[in-house]
């Protein structure tokens, strides 16, 4: 079972054995979530629009078509659940639920404290990018994607997804270092 | 290679999907140009940086959820297949009339249905039985005519009716009986041929054998005598040698005759 690949078991969910997508859970679950938690910066309502994906998943499950990679199809619902939260919320971004702080483990208290901010200030700085480019940096940095599917993913070509990351980060770093107080370090 | 291309580069220089010569084009241009270098090493920090964003794990209620939603899912669906069973049981019912009267008109009309199926599904059997009768009927028939026509005094029409036993497959013993006087007394020589052709195709009825063997020494025709020596000897019957041996006896027999006799009881010795 273990063998067989995500695009052969989503056919098998599509024709009528949903169990299966317990599989894909298991496969995908976490990538998910962490892609949630980079965007958003909240940990509840990252979890939340997971739930809300594999609800997606099964609703349009007849919808599958093997043709493509099925995590690109996995992500693309994940981004229009996203959008779909940002309009009914109507909110860009929220701080009212901050990214938590990964436990620490050996670091001293004053490197544990650093990297808290860090992550703070880098989470802030994420969710003051445009959209899109928030998208398209994450999926790259984080998410393992060449600029190819990240265009099929986000529907437009391959040289705009480049030209996107690359201001993203550029504009990324911009925030950051405005929201560190416009000490360059 | 000037900046504005070397910039297009760095998102490559910074995922990797870059080959190797480009990277150590961008290094070595950017030993050379400041700005570029200032460019590309910010957006490096700043790359580098995200990973404090490292992965982490959901709650384990994520994965809790997931399974009651599943579980949920799967029920709700078969509860929609076991939904489209009861509608089509429900379909059938709709179709059973309320009022006693319709009922009882709708009971007699399915009798009426079974009554007219039965009948059809019996006629077809008794027409085959009908078929059968009327093959057999023909058959006589035409044998009947095969013996009419033996009897008639114009030739033509005799070897008309022995070309008609020749399509036969089960002859009846009338006709056999007409073939074979037909051969032993009839005043034509090429309608007792005929005769000699036709009794060849049934020459495993023991009576029409006996015929044969019988009409050799009858026969005056060398022409009959001939057919009847070649006939003896291609159905190999060792009973003919003696009438054979009684033609070889006979001195009114042609000479040529005579010799296909010997060859044939040669033949028929072995």
């Given amino acids: 079972m273990e063998s067989l690949s995500d695009s052969d078991i989503m056919e098998k969910v599509r024709d009528g054995q949903v169990e299966k997508l317990a599989i894909l859970f298991e496969r995908h679950h976490v990538k998910v979530f962490n892609f949630f938690l980079r965007l958003t910066g909240s940990h509840s309502l990252s979890e939340d629009l997971v739930q809300n994906v594999f609800i997606r998943i099964l609703k349009y499950r007849s919808t599958y078509q093997a043709r493509g990679k099925f995590v690109v199809w996995m992500f693309r619902i994940a981004r229009n659940v996203h959008v779909d939260h940002i309009r009914k919320n109507n909110e860009a971004f929220h701080l009212d639920d901050q990214y938590e702080e990964p436990e620490s483990g050996e670091e001293s208290p004053v490197q544990a404290l650093e990297q808290k901010q860090d992550i703070t200030l880098l989470q802030k700085a994420l969710s003051q990018l445009p959209l899109k480019k928030r998208e398209a940096l994450i999926l790259s940095r984080f998410q393992d994607m060449k600029y190819r599917e990240i265009a099929e993913l986000l529907g437009c070509k391959e040289g705009t997804i480049k030209a996107n990351i690359h201001r993203a980060v550029k504009q990324l770093g911009e925030i950051y270092f405005e929201l560190q107080g416009g000490v360059s370090s | ?270």
């Fill in chain 2, 1 to 270: 290679m000037n900046c504005q291309n070397i910039r297009e580069k760095f998102t490559g220089y910074l995922t990797g999907e870059i080959s190797k010569k480009e990277k150590e084009r961008i290094q070595t241009h950017v030993r050379q140009c400041k700005d570029c270098r200032e460019e590309l090493e910010s957006l490096t920090e700043i790359w580098t940086k995200l990973g404090v964003l490292k992965e982490k794990q959901p709650s384990p209620q994520l994965r809790t959820r997931f399974y009651s939603m599943l579980e949920d899912y799967k029920q709700s669906e078969t509860k929609k297949a076991k939904k489209e069973k009861i509608h089509l049981l429900s379909w059938l019912k709709n179709l059973w009339p309320r009022r006693p009267a319709f009922q009882f008109a709708l009971s007699l009309g399915i009798l009426v249905l079974g009554l007219v199926i039965g009948n059809l599904w019996t006629v077809i059997p008794r027409q085959n039985a009908i078929t059968t009768a009327l093959v057999d009927e023909v058959r006589g028939m035409r044998q009947a005519l095969a013996v009419s026509l033996i009897d008639q005094e114009s030739a033509s029409e005799r070897l008309q009716g022995i070309n008609m036993s020749y399509s036969m497959a089960d002859p009846d013993e009338e006709l056999l009986d007409k073939l074979l006087s037909t051969l032993k007394s009839d005043p034509s020589v090429s309608v007792r041929l005929a005769a000699v052709d036709a009794l060849y195709l049934f020459h495993n009825h023991p009576k029409v054998k006996q015929g044969l063997i019988d009409s050799l020494s009858q026969q005056s025709s060398p022409m009959i005598q001939a057919a009847l020596i070649d006939l003896m000897v291609s159905i190999r019957e060792r009973r003919a040698v003696d009438a054979l041996k009684s033609l070889l006896d006979s001195e009114d027999v042609n000479p040529e005759i005579k010799d296909r006799a010997e060859q044939g009881i040669q033949r028929l010795s072995f």
